[in-house]
């Protein structure tokens, strides 16, 4: 294989939709973040922290699994507290299709 050839697994583009938000909780701690509407993750939306650079693909049940938030985003308790409250009003359930 020369330099410029792939063993491509996957290649395809699509229209999504994103959506910026910034916010300030409790805690002081300010959320800059980019949620990414795709119909690649069944229904989950791809969260990028647009300050950290740090990205997850969210659902419902991820949010709601103890300690996920902290350990992906690197949050305090109270703070992963404040984008789980958030995140609630925006991620939808995990649709799983044939």
Do not use: C, W
């Not at 973040?33 to 993750?41: E, G, K, P, Y």
């Not at 991820?62 to 925006?90: C, H, M, P, Q, W």
């Amino acid at each position: 294989m020369s330099k410029h050839e792939f063993d491509m697994l996957s290649d395809s583009t699509e229209a999504t939709t994103t959506r910026f938000v910034t916010f300030i909780g409790e805690s002081y701690k300010r959320f800059d973040l980019a949620i990414m509407t795709t119909n690649r993750f069944y229904g989950k939306k791809l969260i990028t922290d647009l300050q950290s650079g740090i990205s997850a693909i969210v659902g419902e049940e991820d949010i709601e699994e103890e300690g996920y938030l902290e350990y992906t985003f690197k949050l305090s308790e109270e703070e992963a507290g404040e984008l789980r409250n958030f995140l609630s009003l925006v991620v939808g359930p995990t649709v799983f299709t044939d």
